[in-house]
């Protein structure tokens, strides 16, 4: 069982930034690719973005592109999500997610793709 903890969550005003971290429990952490996902009040889980298991590709969704950057440290079994330019949309409740790589290809977008899942940091950004 892969335990998934993050943090760095919190208040932040717009346009300010936040690092959201990921630390994962299991040593075979290089063999999974990660993805972060958000919740708002209200609103269904949706795909923020995701990092194969080799780092060499990552996708965002629209709403992120451009602004979050997801990256991983192996060494650290860490997979972070950097915030920046963040807006009031933002505002949710972060979770990590892994799941076992396929491929270098291999970039779910699907909550249901994944199989492992944290508990979820609160991240709110005030306008």
């Known amino acids: 069982q892969v335990q998934l903890v993050e943090s760095g969550g919190g208040l932040v005003q717009a346009g300010g930034s936040l690092r959201l971290s990921c630390a994962a429990s299991?040593?075979?952490?290089?063999?999974?690719?990660m993805g972060w996902f958000r919740q708002a009040p209200g609103k269904e889980r949706e795909f923020v973005a995701t990092?194969?298991?080799?780092?060499?590709?990552?996708y965002y969704a629209d709403s992120v592109k451009g602004r979050f950057t997801i990256f991983k440290n192996s060494a650290q079994k860490t997979v972070y999500l950097q915030m920046n330019s963040l807006k009031s949309e933002d505002t949710a409740v972060y979770y990590c997610?892994?799941?076992?790589?396929?491929?270098?290809?291999?970039?779910?977008?699907?909550?249901?793709?994944?199989?492992?899942w944290g508990q979820g940091t609160q991240v709110a950004v005030s306008s």
């Open positions: 997610a892994a799941d076992t790589a396929r491929s270098s290809f291999y970039l779910p977008t699907f909550a249901s793709d994944y199989e492992f």
């Open positions: 299991d040593r075979t952490f290089n063999s999974f690719a």
């Open positions: 990092i194969s298991w080799n780092t060499d590709n990552t």
